[in-house]
């Protein structure tokens, strides 16, 4: 099952990606409010076994120190966030805040297409595909058993990521999604951080989606 929480003063959309047989999952980009993430954990009687993120901006990590100091599990993300979850004017904290906002735990940089699987189900899985443009880091988590793909904040419904932040760039986001989303099969979900859900479909063929970069 998937779950969505919208959390935080800027709404963000944390999403659990929850194993119906066993009932364990992951938490994907817990951007605030880690008290309301662990009162659903609690209800529903969850059991998260890893945070994932998409990307290293404040408003996707803010609540990960809270939650990783009380369910004592990993964090993953793609190799390059590190240059943002370390580092809070380059995840944005500062420049919107003016507080620094950094992930102070262990963190797990993980590469481009790999897998992430739950230790109960081993057929339970996420696959990191990488898509920088949005920042360095972009990464989405797509699940080919559930048709979906988390894709944070690279694309939204009608419209795409900013790029004028830190390690952004034009070019390399609209490549990124072409390359790597739209291949992906047109019925998969896109869930993303700022947005309602969508289709791999409904946006590719969007008539405003006729960028010419390659």
């Known amino acids: 099952m998937i779950i969505t929480c919208e959390v935080g003063p800027f709404p963000t959309n944390a999403y659990f990606y929850i194993d119906d047989e066993t ?20 209800k529903r009687q969850w059991t998260i076994e890893k945070i994932l993120l998409t990307h290293g901006h404040f408003d996707h990590i ?14 993953y993300i793609h190799k390059n966030g ?34 992430i699987v739950l230790s109960t ?5 996420l696959k990191l595909i990488a898509v920088p443009g949005h920042t360095t880091d972009g990464a989405i988590y ?23 932040l830190p390690g952004g760039n034009y070019e390399t986001l609209i490549n990124s999604i072409k390359q790597k989303i739209f291949t992906l099969p047109n019925e998969t979900i896109l869930l993303s951080g700022h947005s309602e859900p969508t289709t791999v479909e409904d946006e590719k063929f969007r008539p405003w989606f006729n960028y010419s970069v390659n």
Not at 26 to 35: N, R, S, V
Not at 62 to 75: G, H, R
Not at 85 to 109: C, H, Q, R, T, W
Not at 142 to 163: E, L, M, P, W
């Open 23 to 42: 009932q364990h999952g992951f938490l994907i980009d817990p951007g605030y409010e880690a008290e309301k993430l662990l009162y659903l954990i609690d």
């Open 62 to 75: 803010s609540a990960v120190n809270d939650l990783q100091s009380k369910l004592k599990i990993p964090v």
């Open 82 to 115: 590190r240059d943002y979850v370390k580092d809070a004017k380059m995840n944005g904290s500062i420049i919107f805040f003016g507080l620094p906002v950094v992930i102070d735990g262990e963190v797990n940089y993980i590469d481009d297409n790999s897998e």
């Open 121 to 125: 189900n081993k057929d339970f899985k």
């Open 142 to 164: 797509y699940s080919q058993r559930d048709n979906a793909a988390f894709v944070g904040d690279s694309i939204f419904h009608k419209s795409i990521g900013r790029t004028d």
